[in-house]
């Protein structure tokens, strides 16, 4: 639900808005968070059939660093908030193959 759709629907029901219960959205978020989004979705990802994706493919990011002008200083906060985004998507991933594995055992 993005916060646009929360608003509505508090809106329909009368409610209050509960501050704490909107979804952020990517201009909420403070700069280097959403150009470390746009690095990520930018780098390829490493998919295979039987497992799933694996992580993604870092061989392009010194030049998507260059891209994004992104300074010596900043580069390590920034691979951190990539490792921490492929982390979740390993995992996401690792939920839905395992959810397929077992309709597939029981089916």
């Excluded at 704490?20 to 990802?45: C, K, M, Q, W």
């Excluded at 295979?48 to 994706?53: K, M, N, S």
């Excluded at 660093?65 to 908030?81: G, N, T, V």
Aim: no cysteine; charged share 35%.
């Amino acid at each position: 639900m993005s916060k646009d759709q929360y608003l509505r629907m508090v809106e329909q029901t009368g409610e209050e808005i509960d501050w704490d219960r909107i979804p952020p959205d990517v201009e909420d978020f403070p700069d280097s968070i959403v150009t470390a989004l746009n690095i990520y979705h930018s780098l390829g990802a490493r998919v295979y059939p039987d497992i799933g994706f694996m992580g993604k493919d870092y061989t392009n990011l010194e030049l998507l660093y260059k891209l994004y002008y992104i300074e010596e200083r900043d580069k390590d906060f920034i691979f951190e908030i990539l490792l921490y985004m492929e982390g979740v998507e390993i995992q996401q991933s690792q939920k839905r193959m395992k959810a397929e594995w077992d309709k597939v055992k029981r089916g």
